[in-house]
């Protein structure tokens, strides 16, 4: 008998073993690769966009990787649905560039470690990135991206901060997308969530000028990221920018269920003598109805009365929350979760945060909720980006840029 078991088990791990040795690396090098060779590491392909046009991508199966070394990989359009995870990636110590990432559908596709821009090729509109936005999408991993419109931004004009590109779109037909230590910098919108049960984490949005984060489905996960440094005021620019904003994606108000908001780090700007300051709202939940939102651990540092602040709330929960302002303005940041209109608000609860004020409902079981100070807020300011370098560095690798600049508070 324990031969047999032996024996079955040898089989097994037979079985098993060559699917693992039988993952394959390709290679692509825009300087020295050509279409013509077989994409090894000593005869790499081309670009990126030449070998997702010409097929070759198909020459991939799951668990395969394809390594891009260093120079422009152009504007890359590919699909496809996997048996397994393929992993587009920068090779260790190369720097690929795109300027443009868009998989229009499929599922199990891994991006990491690439610049995206369109300062790459010739001009387009709107998102930089677009992941799941033209059929049925799911398992898609983009991480350690440094995505950019222009890295010098000095001589724009308020108009250029709102024709910026946006940054990433997670399509409205995708499920179980991961957005994950992305660094966004320099667009209208940053990121933007349409697909339900997905992630959001790590991410750095830095310099826009509308919404940094929006989250749009159910089951969204938005946590540890650091969003900053918001550009145009009203009435120049008409939206209401928020640091991460919820509203039900293509109808604006409608039910969106289940969604966490955890120790992200919401900053108004962090240079003092910033260029078209505009004043952003923090957390900002609004038309509604939501239901099950847990928004915990975040630290908001606005110039503006919304906080954070949930409409139409009911099972939602606020809790150890830090809210503040340090600008000389009227508007002193609050959490909010109160009646308006026609909302009806239930079962509820809002507590260990601090905030600048609470206007809480009846529906709102409220406990150890304090006014903030300079020394409490620094306190948990301090502690959320320990946590966030902890799990993702101080320096975003790809773009080598710290997430969080030192914010004087007194």
Known sequence: MRNKIIFSFLAVFLLCRPAVLTAAVFYADPVKGDMGNPGSEAKPWKTLAEVAQSGKLKALAGGDTLLLRSGVHGAVTLAGDNSGVITIAAEKGQKPELSRLILTKGSKWAFRGLIISPSFGPAYEKYIVSLGDGGD??????????????????????????????????????????????????????????????????????????????TTRDAQVVQYNVIKNEYVPQPEDPNHDDGIQSFLFNAGGGLVSNVTIRGNIVINREDPAQKFPASMQGLGFFDGPRDGFLVEKNVVLVDHYHGISLYKARNCKIIDNAVYSIWNSKAKPWIKMAEEKNDKNSNNTVSNNIACSFILDASVKAENNNKADAASFKKALASALEEINSKFGVLHETSGRKRLGDIVIK
């Open 137 to 214: 999408s799911k398992e898609i991993v983009l991480e350690d991206c440094f995505i950019y419109s222009t890295l010098d931004t000095s001589s724009w004009t308020a108009k250029d901060w709102m024709n910026a590109n946006s940054g990433i779109n997670m399509g409205r037909a995708g499920v179980k997308i991961t957005l994950r230590n992305n660094y966004v910098l320099n667009t209208r919108f940053g990121i933007s969530l349409c697909a339900p049960d997905s992630l959001c984490e790590g991410n750095v949005v830095s310099d826009f000028s509308a919404d940094g984060v929006r």
